[in-house]
């Protein structure tokens, strides 16, 4: 959940960027603030470490060459987020047509990296988690995602998807649902 004080940062951030003095700097601090959670973000969505950071410098650079046309009409938030998702799934759909596999078949390429980290341990809850999210369709993963690991609202949620609050809270039920199975074995 955002502080009401990183909104007026945000504001400040874009302000300062339009600035050719203080763009470089007012850049760093916007790649400090956001990383972290943009990083967590698409880790979820690719998995993979090295891929993961592919896709970040990919938002970042999107982020740079098109931050001073931003118009605020959403929060800064809002928009990185929609980036990150939009660059994630740009990714995954390369990675689709690069091994022309099926659906299922992807899902379980993504599920065999999951199960390839080194730090992997079926037997912890976050590992058997994140093998039940894997399981998850596409959008059902992210809304999953940006709900459960970012507590994201559904209007917030709305503005980075591009979909109504109600089939994001429908998305969300279902995904919830089938963690729940997967999880009990049901």
């Given at each position: 959940m955002l502080d009401p004080s990183d909104q007026i940062d945000d504001h400040m951030l874009v302000v300062s960027f339009r600035d050719e003095k203080l763009k470089e700097a007012?850049?760093?601090?916007?790649?400090?603030k956001y990383q972290?959670?943009?990083?967590?973000?698409?880790?979820?969505?690719?998995?993979?470490?090295?891929?993961t950071n592919d896709i970040l410098q990919n938002v970042f650079i999107k982020v740079w060459k098109n931050l001073?046309?931003?118009?605020?009409?959403?929060?800064?938030?809002t928009w990185l987020y929609r980036i990150g998702t939009n660059e994630a799934l740009t990714w995954i759909e390369q990675q689709k047509r690069r091994t022309s596999v099926s659906l299922s078949d992807n899902e379980d390429l993504f599920?065999?990296?999951?199960?390839?980290?080194?730090d992997f341990d079926p037997n912890k809850i976050e590992w058997k988690l994140q093998q039940a999210i894997q399981t998850l369709p596409e959008k059902q993963r992210i809304v999953f995602n940006l709900r459960y690991y970012d507590e994201?609202?559904?209007?917030?949620?709305?503005?980075?998807?591009?979909?109504?609050?109600?089939a994001l809270k429908a998305s969300y039920h279902h995904a919830v649902k089938k963690v729940e199975a997967f999880l009990t074995g049901n």
């Open positions: 007012s850049f760093t601090q916007l790649v400090r972290e959670r943009l990083y967590w973000h698409i880790r979820r969505m690719v998995v993979a470490h090295e891929d001073g046309e931003f118009r605020e009409e959403s929060n800064l938030y599920s065999e990296r999951l199960t390839a980290q080194k994201m609202p559904y209007e917030e949620m709305s503005g980075v998807l591009d979909t109504s609050v109600g």
